[in-house]
């Protein structure tokens, strides 16, 4: 199965598993700790080896704390020092999902081929869907290590910012610092088969023993 497939099955695995959440937290069970513990040792009991944790508190509604969060499945590994999620269940009986914020710290990500990895298959922006309406206002993560191929790539911090509703997909702020330089990027697209698309970028890149090149650009049009 391609790796952009299996991200977007997990996502919606993840929004539908946020409705549930939000159902059962308006009968109070998810608003405890004790609730909360409930379902994360059936969680583990489902997933079994491939998700463990060394430290869970708060409640599924927000804010919720994870630390020692280790995660794998077939070409992909997953550590965690910390994450902190805080959301608004309440907000999916308006057919959105507002995570008022998600902070992780520390995050180590193995890549890797696998057998049955299938061919690569075009693209088609149209077919992604989201049952509701998505807004990120504060996304952070600080101190990211991505491994593939025995290549490993090293992200200082990461923020993000944006919204994702019908079709319309907007990129209010991405910025990007790496020891080689920063990357900063905003602006939004239409998921549908052209994918007309507007994004301004301002970059630095930082060369070794001599003075760093920067730049911006403006890239807009349509992709199909």
Known sequence: MPKSLKLALATL???????????LAALGLLSTQSGTALVARQVQQNLGDSISWQQLSGSITGPLHISGLTFSQPGLSLTAKE???????????????????????????????????????????????????????????????????????????????????????????????????????????????????????TWTYRIPESAPLSGESRLTGDID
Do not use: C, Y
């Open 13 to 23: 695995s993840l929004l539908l598993l946020l409705l549930v959440a939000a159902a």
């Open 83 to 201: 994450i902190d999620l805080d959301w608004s269940p309440s907000a999916l009986l308006r057919g959105r999902l507002e995570l008022s914020s998600l902070k992780a710290a520390g995050l180590d990500v193995s890549l890797a081929q696998t057998a049955t990895e299938e061919p690569a298959q075009l693209f088609d922006p149209s077919s992604i869907r989201s049952p509701v309406s998505v807004f990120l206002p504060q996304v952070d993560v600080n101190g990211l290590r991505i491994t593939q191929e025995g290549q490993s790539q090293q992200i200082d911090s990461i923020q993000l910012a944006g919204s994702f509703s019908n079709d319309s997909l907007t990129l209010e702020r991405l910025v990007v610092l790496a020891p080689e330089g920063e990357l900063a990027l905003r602006g939004e697209t239409r998921l549908t088969s052209s994918m007309p698309i507007d994004l301004h970028t």
